[in-house]
């Protein structure tokens, strides 16, 4: 058998060149570190410089696309080819939600005051649509009215207890005399407001103060006094004069505020 090798005894290195050697990989890390991180600031600045190059493209290619289309129109005789290739991209329900809005905006566009009755009207069909009905609790309350089985009309809750998700006979009587309410129904002012609504009526108190406020902000000229001019040109004109003829006018204008002049 072929005799063993000797092993050669690896040099130990010294504690001041463990910690040179040490300190090179820390540079070389770091510099590592440093190169890549450039490297992706600059992929990611490429990148960026690419979308928004790409989105001005395809905006002018948009724009480009309309007008050639515009100019085919004009010269076919049909200025209005344009706006029925618009149309023909909204479906009925779109096109029935944008004719809604338009008259809801022709009836609003009346902003002259008539009488208190109008304008708490039209405060109040805005308040209208700042409503946000919860219908997730009327649907629980319509599943155990109408003895549905829980989840019928909302999401199932597999936490609920078995008493909640199984009404009893007594309580379903309860709910649909909650729910369907008559002049003969003997249950009145039970109705407690949540956290929720009660932030939701906070809030739209203090935007209510908040706007008003803006809205009866100082108007320009406020500190002149008495407005004596009918409009800009006439206003310029009568400081002209007062910085020449005020000092003689004073008493005499002071007279006519009294009443004591002749």
């Known amino acids: 058998m072929p005799s063993a090798e000797p092993s050669v005894p690896t040099p130990t290195l010294t504690m001041e060149e463990r910690k040179a050697k040490m300190d090179a990989l820390r540079q070389k890390r770091a510099a590592s570190h440093k190169a890549n991180r ?3 600031v600059e992929e990611s600045a490429k990148a960026q410089v690419s ?3 790409a989105a001005r493209l395809e905006k002018q290619r948009k724009l480009a696309e309309t007008l050639r289309t515009k100019a085919d129109a004009e ?3 049909e200025p209005d080819a344009v706006e029925r290739a618009k149309n023909w991209e909204w479906t009925i329900e779109e096109n029935d939600y944008w004719e809604k809005k338009k008259a809801r905006k022709a009836r609003r566009a009346d902003f002259e005051f ?3 009755a109008h304008a708490a009207r039209r ?5 209208l649509d700042l409503i946000k009905p919860d219908l997730a609790a009327y649907n629980r309350q319509k599943e155990l009215a109408m003895g549905l089985a829980p989840g019928s009309l909302t999401a199932f809750n597999p936490t609920a207890s078995s008493s909640q998700m199984v009404p009893t006979a ?4 309860l709910a649909a005399e909650n729910l369907y309410r008559d002049a003969n129904t003997l249950i009145y002012g039970d109705s407690k407001p949540t956290e929720d609504a ?4 906070v809030g739209k108190i203090n935007r209510d103060i908040d706007k008003k406020g803006r809205f009866s902000r100082k108007r320009p000229n406020e500190e002149e006094g008495d407005i004596t001019y009918i409009n800009e040109h006439n206003r310029v004109f009568n400081k002209k004069i007062a910085r020449y003829y ?10 006519f505020e009294r009443g004591t002049a002749l």
């Open 170 to 173: 007594a309580e379903q009587r």
């Open 51 to 53: 979308a928004r190059d």
């Open 75 to 77: 010269e076919r005789g």
């Open 123 to 127: 405060r109040y069909k805005k308040d």
């Open 198 to 201: 009660i932030d939701r009526v």
């Open 38 to 40: 450039a490297s992706l």
């Open 114 to 116: 008539h009488d208190d």
């Open 246 to 255: 005020d000092k003689y006018t004073a008493e005499i204008r002071a007279s």
